[in-house]
């Protein structure tokens, strides 16, 4: 079983949907917790990055992190087709041992 | 892009060859890493440096080293590639006060060992 695991997809909605992005994870130690997006032959971008539980907003996007379920999310609201791409769940225990998912791929359909 | 250049962006090699890629950055920071990015695995730390001649290894170290003897440079080496090492190759530093959850990642180098 993985660390870390991350439905691969592919999701694609229409144009202005909420968008849902889950990963589970098996290590109860972890308490950092990133969402990446990548696009397609690019290198992974920071969206969003919490410690510990709870939410946190940042426009469009919403991370939530439930360590009781082991389980995080990454919600995006009023998704718009610049929102295409896969997106990647890390979390961490220690700050240099972070642990990937294996991407989620999104396509936001005009 | 926090100033993140990788070298060369491809490159086929063939088995039992020595290949080394490149990181350069440009603004001085102390933490770089390796990762390597494979369908179905996600990204999978190789080694990291926290500093000019400081490195460890990571998740997938094995059949890799690396070196860092400037600030500005970390390179990978594989000293015999094998066709499992075929993948895309992503560098990265840390920005944040918190080292390795605020990470900035390069463009990638893509690898294929035939």
């Known amino acids: 079983q993985k660390e870390v695991e991350q439905d691969p997809g592919p999701l694609s ?19 950092y ?9 690019k290198g992974p971008e920071l969206l969003m990055y919490t410690y510990s539980s709870g939410n946190k907003e940042d ?31 890390a979390m961490s225990e220690t700050p240099n041992d972070m642990r990937f998912g ?9 | 892009d926090a100033g993140i250049t990788q070298s060369p ?13 490149r990181c350069h950055q440009t603004e001085n920071h102390r933490y770089m890493y390796w990762y390597r990015q494979d369908p179905g695995h996600g ?7 926290y500093g000019v001649k400081d ?3 990571g998740e997938v170290s094995d059949g890799y080293s690396v070196s860092r003897s400037k600030t500005e440079d970390f390179l990978l080496t594989l000293e015999s590639a094998t066709s499992s090492q075929t993948s895309v190759y992503f560098c990265a530093i840390s920005v ?8 900035f990642f390069g463009q990638g180098t893509r690898l294929t060992v035939v």
């Open chain 2, 9 to 21: 962006r491809h490159k086929v090699t063939e088995t039992g060859t020595p290949v080394t890629l």
């Open chain 1, 13 to 31: 909605v229409p144009e202005g949907a909420i968008v849902s992005l889950n990963c589970t994870y098996s290590n109860s130690a972890f308490q």
């Open chain 1, 59 to 89: 426009g469009r996007f919403t991370a939530q992190v439930d360590k009781s379920s082991k389980y995080i999310s990454l919600f995006i609201r009023d998704s718009q087709p610049s929102d295409s791409a896969t997106y990647l769940c």
């Open chain 2, 55 to 57: 490195t460890d290894k």
């Open chain 1, 102 to 110: 294996a991407g989620t791929r999104l396509t936001v359909k005009p």
């Open chain 2, 43 to 49: 990204l999978r730390l190789i080694h990291y440096s």
């Open chain 1, 33 to 41: 917790f990133m969402w990446y997006r990548q696009y397609s032959r």
């Open chain 2, 96 to 103: 944040g006060h918190l080292v390795n959850t605020e990470a």
